[in-house]
């Protein structure tokens, strides 16, 4: 079945940088895209970012342009989230996605804090 599981968050300070990561299985991870969203206390989940299936084409939100970054491993099945500059309007819970023949599946989620 397919299964999504992403790295422990953490507790940045401002400024600061972390990396998550989702390793797939499950399904033949190279041919689909992949996302990562975000959700934030009473707020909607949103598209952060995006990236095809060969790796081509990243797209980042406005709110994360410049600062985020996702990138993907074929090899290993897994794809990342880097993300630089934290500021205090980015801790959320962050969940990698994949829709896979019409079905979307999500991680369990991991909560990433931002405070000095």
């Known amino acids: 079945q397919v299964q999504l599981v992403e790295s422990r968050g953490g507790v940045v300070q401002p400024g600061g940088s972390l990396r998550l990561s989702c390793a797939a299985s499950?399904?033949?991870?190279?041919?689909?895209?992949m996302r990562w969203y975000r959700q934030a206390p009473g707020k909607e989940r949103e598209l952060v970012a995006f990236?095809?299936?060969?790796?081509?084409?990243?797209s980042d939100a406005d709110s994360v342009k410049g600062r985020f970054t996702i990138s993907r491993d074929n090899a290993e099945n897994t794809f990342y989230l880097r993300m630089n500059s934290l500021k205090t309007e980015d801790p959320a819970v962050y969940y990698c996605?994949?829709?896979?023949?019409?079905?979307?599946?999500w991680g369990q989620g991991t909560q990433v804090t931002v405070s000095s």
């Open positions: 499950g399904f033949r991870f190279s041919s689909y895209a």
């Open positions: 996605n994949a829709v896979v023949k019409g079905v979307s599946y």
């Open positions: 990236i095809t299936s060969g790796g081509g084409s990243p």
